[in-house]
Nanobody, 124 residues
Framework: EVQLVESGGGLVQAGGSLRLSCAASGFTLKDYVIGWIRQAPGKERDVVSCIGASDGRTYYANSVKGRFTISSDYAKNTVYLQMNTLKAEDTAVYYC?????????????????WGQGTQVTVSS
């Protein structure tokens, strides 16, 4: 069965850090672009970041640039999102997504999320 499971969310104070994990099963992550998107209550989904399959190219939304870092450990078939200096506006459910086009200036075309996401709540 093909699955993506997000984990690592939680409640943290503003200025704190969290590391989200996106673990895949049933397929090999390194063959795909993997991204992170998020959705806050009452808002549309926002692109956060992505990492390219073959070249490791990364993209970050302006709102997270310099604070978030996407990385991969293909031996573990897992992609991570290290989130530092968290702000209240980062509060959302975070989903990892597959495919799409990951460019250094944009990310689009991902498939709809497969997993349940992981809740990140930042208290101010």
């Amino acid at each position: 069965e093909v699955q993506l499971v997000e984990s690592g969310g939680g409640l943290v104070q503003a200025g704190g850090s969290l590391r989200l994990s996106c673990a895949a099963s049933g397929f090999t992550l390194k063959d795909y672009v993997i991204g992170w998107i998020r959705q806050a209550p009452g808002k549309e989904r926002d692109v956060v970041s992505c990492i390219g399959a073959s070249d490791g190219r990364t993209y970050y939304a302006n709102s997270v640039k310099g604070r978030f870092t996407i990385s991969s450990d293909y031996a573990k078939n897992t992609v991570y999102l290290q989130m530092n200096t968290l702000k209240a506006e980062d509060t959302a459910v975070y989903y990892c997504v597959v495919d799409g086009y990951c460019h250094s200036n944009y990310y689009y075309g991902w498939r709809s999320p497969w997993g349940q996401g992981t809740q990140v709540t930042v208290s101010s």
